[in-house]
């Protein structure tokens, strides 16, 4: 690999002057403590040769396109930050930057939270799967979309031909997508051989080198590479007609109009999905075939995501390239995840992972397509059981990963669930550290253009090679999942009964949908301990699905969440014949509201509203004029509750919006 960088320039809203800094020193660790009065941001003592600030800065929403200006400025001697804004059920984005005058030294980023809530749900995904699986895969994959279900994906499945070209897969992927009348996509898995799309004119004749910096000459693999993001950009503008390179070393990077190869080395624009791909063809070193690996992985697969394998929690950082900015991808991201002592860069990746169980590790050095020196080869993936479910590597070729017994690739085949070229360019998942999945990181890594520093690294940055090998809905931490639950309607109230699930968590959360009204609440305030559950605050008649999910205040070096696990659902006819609602003849109006809501009914006392969680929050009812004051409420879904003229209690759920 070049040891020159090609820097590029790179405008910051700070309006600092960037110079290139080895890994560990251009990194400012951060970790996040979470209080009843906020978050406490730490770091370590920066080194008495610096005589700067630093600048805190914070985005409270993923929406929020710039950092702004800082929130606090402090002196170079400073080791923490507090947050008093941070209340409770909430996560913030912090940068942190450590400046001599107007050059930026390092930058630190963390997605921090305060027990921020559950997420019930997660979005749509579609698996886009190879048709040499459809047989001999199809338990596999249905057990794969059943755990998919149950953490709240919303799947659907899509067979194509690995003979088929690229553009036609995309075509019958776009309209797959279109057709789907639920919740967006979001996701993509791409599980095997499907066509990989090639798209670039990396060339040392341009401004975009190839990303490890082999250009024209001995070895070089200049042209076009392998672009899943492709699949993932379903606006792009995408062609194929303007790159005329046939200067790499093999045919498959030669790009010419009309091939089927496109010309963006860049993403034409952001990519829309979250892109992962398990594809183990063309793994011959292992000795078996690319549906044997499959099969296993995907049983490693339903171990972890499922609660039953076990790992240490701690990284390990491997680093040959102590000139370069390389492993700064891994100081970054695993400040994040662990404490700082819990972050190991004194040992030799393939001697320490043989015995040694670490959740996440990073190995960079000069590379071959299947080797990275001071790290191993292929070979030692098949040799022995790295111990480590998710590793970022960097060096240079594996990035290119469409050939045989590619380094890369390799961990999937034995021990790891996930893989990625870590630093040409930089990525971003430190959202890990908040139970974010490992998709969500991807597609901001993907996207990122001068939000995130992306360490400069051959103008690499946004650049269509990025890829993740691995399924894209995997967490750093996942519980056990609940596995059936029964609902049934008795005496105005429902009975719920669940499995046991087996393993660490704190107890099962129960919610309850209005399948009509499509409103979700949690139906108690409190976890419950025991597999059983009687709901009798359920007071309106009709459909509904029920959900019972293992839950667990978890608690990292970002903070503080609530982690869920996979649900169980059951759908009840539920009949209450005495406080029904749908007999009162009680109206709340306008409902949604952005602040006054009108009843229409004498004799209606004690009204009390409560949040999804059950909690109850104080309002101003006007009972002569009948009208009820929530301009204070935040956005969301509430449940107001009255007691009537018969000193029953009624039931209906209200919509705040926004003025």
Avoid at 128 to 134: A, C, E, G
Avoid at 338 to 348: L, Q, T
Avoid at 562 to 580: C, I, P, Q
Wanted: charged share 15%; glycine share 10%; aromatic share 12%.
């Amino acid at each position: 690999m070049k040891s020159k960088l090609l820097l590029v320039s790179l405008i910051l809203l700070a309006s600092f002057n960037l110079f290139s800094q080895v890994a560990k020193t251009q990194v400012l660790m951060i970790n996040a403590t979470a209080a009843s009065d906020g978050i406490t941001l730490t770091w370590p003592q920066m080194p008495g040769t610096f005589t700067g600030q630093i600048l805190i800065y914070k985005r409270d929403s993923f929406k929020q396109t710039d950092w702004g200006n800082a929130i606090a400025t402090l002196g170079s001697t400073a080791t923490n930050y507090k947050d008093i804004s941070a209340t409770k059920g909430k996560a913030i984005e912090y940068r942190v930057v450590t400046a001599n005058g107007s050059n930026a030294v390092s930058f630190g980023y963390i997605y921090a939270g305060n027990e921020l809530k559950e997420n019930l749900f997660k979005g749509g995904i579609v698996l886009l799967i190879d048709s040499n699986f459809m047989l001999p895969l199809a338990s596999e994959i249905n057990r794969l979309e059943n755990d998919l279900y149950k953490e709240g994906w919303i799947v659907s499945k899509l067979y194509v031909s690995r003979n088929s070209k690229p553009s036609s897969v995309k075509a019958r992927l776009k309209t797959h997508i279109t057709s789907r009348s639920k919740k967006p996509v979001t996701t993509l898995l791409i599980l095997g051989h499907v066509p990989v799309p090639y798209s670039g004119g990396f060339t040392g004749n341009s401004q975009t080198p190839p990303p490890d910096g082999h250009v024209e000459g001995s070895g070089n693999h200049t042209g076009a590479w392998p672009a899943d993001g492709y699949y993932g950009n379903l606006l792009g503008g995408w062609t194929d007609e303007d790159v005329n390179l046939v200067t790499g070393a093999q045919s498959r990077h030669h790009n010419i109009p009309g091939d089927g190869k496109f010309d963006q080395s860049k993403f034409p624009d952001p990519v829309n999905l979250e892109v992962g791909r398990i594809d183990l063809f063309n793994m011959s070193s292992f000795g078996k075939t690319d549906t044997v690996l499959t099969r296993n992985y995907l049983n490693r697969n339903h171990l972890w995501r499922t609660g039953q394998t076990k790992t240490i929690e701690r990284a390990l950082i491997d680093n040959n390239f102590t000139g370069l900015n390389l492993a700064s991808t891994g100081y970054h991201n695993f400040s994040a995840f662990f404490s700082f002592d819990s972050i190991y860069d004194n040992k030799d990746y393939i001697t320490t992972l043989k015995s040694n169980s670490y959740l996440w590790s990073y190995g960079c050095g000069a590379g071959g397509y299947t080797s990275c020196s001071g790290i191993g080869n292929t070979g030692s993936f098949v040799a022995d059981s790295i111990q480590s479910i998710y590793t970022i590597l960097a060096g240079s070729f594996f990035g290119d990963w469409d050939i045989a017994n590619n380094f890369l690739k390799a961990p999937l085949c034995k021990g790891s669930l996930a893989s990625f070229w870590g630093g040409i360019p930089k990525w971003y998942i430190h959202t890990m550290g908040l139970g974010k999945h490992i998709g969500f990181g991807t597609l901001t890594s993907m996207n990122n253009i001068n939000f995130y520093f992306d360490g400069q690294f051959n103008g690499s940055g946004n650049s269509v090679h990025m890829a993740l090998m691995g399924d894209p809905t995997l967490c750093n931490r996942h519980l056990p999942h609940v596995k059936t639950l029964t609902a049934t309607s008795n005496n105005n109230k429902v009975n719920l009964r669940w499995t046991k699930a087996n393993g660490d968590f704190d107890g099962y959360a129960i919610y309850r949908l209005d399948t009509i009204s499509n409103i979700l609440i949690k139906a108690t305030n409190y976890l419950i301990q025991d597999t059983f559950y009687i709901d009798s605050a359920n007071y309106i008649s009709g459909p509904y699905r029920y959900y019972v999910s293992t839950i667990k205040k978890e608690t990292t070096a970002s903070g503080i969440y609530y982690n869920t696990g996979g649900t169980a659902n059951a759908l009840v006819n539920h009949v209450n014949s005495v406080n029904d609602i749908s007999k009162k003849k009680i109206a709340i109006y306008p409902n949604p509201s952005s602040g006054i809501l009108n009843f229409n009914q004498d004799g209606l006392k004690q009204f009390r509203l409560f949040d999804r969680a059950g909690r109850e929050i104080n309002i101003y009812t006007d009972y002569q004029n009948k009208t009820i004051d929530i301009n204070h409420l935040p956005n969301g879904i509430y449940i107001l509750r009255a007691v009537d003229e018969n000193n029953l209690e009624i039931s209906v759920p209200i919509i705040k919006l926004a003025e």
